[in-house]
């Protein structure tokens, strides 16, 4: 049985304002976070993420107002990340509203992080975040793919697609795969990377990187996503939820 589409709407926060840039640089504002979520919302996304792009210790207290404000006005479901690096980041976040939270930076440093969650909230709190990119330099993975932390600009030689099974097996509901070469450029999602992972992962599995119109949203599902997220197109009115719905169902694709 086929599992019906989620187009899920991403808004990276820094200090309580949305931003948005190429390649996690050059970040310029694109809003308020609770107006956009409940515009998002209205619009029909199934999903809002939060991104809390500065992570740090005044980032995520704001992180922490920003879901409670949203939680009370908008009524589809929140992922939260950026800066969760214990069970109890989480049980904050749970608690101030959000449905699912991603973790990240310190899952790689404490892979054990990832079972621990998992076992005290359960697999569907939980989506784990892998920013990669293609290996370049002296880096070399099997799969031609590595893990970068702080928004791409850091090396982890740590083999990306291995790194997304380990982190389903360990206890991960979900995997976030965001290429870093793709971020913000609207030249369309990293497809090969998407079907390489898609192939040794079998829990859902969210595209993320690179939107630019309509098409790159239907050939992401093709290439094995359950679920399609974007920002700078919806952010700027490039594309709205429900346009890229339409796209979905037009190529055949059962979306929520």
């Known amino acids: 049985m086929s599992v019906a589409l989620r187009v899920i709407a991403c808004l990276d926060v820094n200090a309580g304002r949305v931003v948005k840039g190429v390649n ?14 409940r515009r998002y919302g209205a619009e029909g996304a199934d999903e809002i993420t939060f991104l809390d792009v500065s992570a ?10 920003v879901v409670e404000r949203t ?25 101030a509203g959000a449905d699912k939270v991603g973790v990240n930076t310190a899952a790689i440093g404490n892979p054990d992080l990832i079972a621990q969650i998992a076992q005290r909230f359960g697999s569907q709190v939980l989506v784990l975040s892998v920013d990669a990119r293609r290996v ?28 997304a099974r380990r982190g389903a097996e360990l206890g991960a509901g979900e995997i976030l795969l965001n290429s870093m070469d793709a971020d913000g450029t609207t030249e369309g999602f990293d497809l090969e990377m998407l079907a390489d992972v898609r192939r040794e992962v079998s829990v859902p599995l ?46 055949g694709l059962t979306v929520r």
């Open 24 to 37: 996690f640089a050059d970040l310029r504002d694109a809003g308020d976070p609770v107006e956009l979520a």
């Open 136 to 163: 370049t330099g002296d880096v070399h993975t099997d799969s031609g793919y590595e893990v970068t932390t702080h928004g791409g600009q850091r090396s982890t030689g740590i083999d990306a697609v291995e790194w």
């Open 56 to 65: 740090s210790v005044e980032g995520r207290a704001t992180m922490v107002e």
């Open 71 to 95: 939680a009370v006005e908008v009524f589809v479901p929140l992922t939260v990340g950026g800066g969760v690096r214990s069970v109890e980041d989480v049980d904050r976040l749970l608690r």
């Open 206 to 251: 969210i595209a993320s990187g690179g939107a630019g119109t309509a098409e790159h949203f239907v050939a992401a599902a093709q290439a094995g996503a359950d679920a399609v997220l974007a920002a700078s197109v919806f952010h700027f009115g490039t594309l709205t939820v429900g346009q890229v719905k339409d796209a979905l169902r037009e190529a």
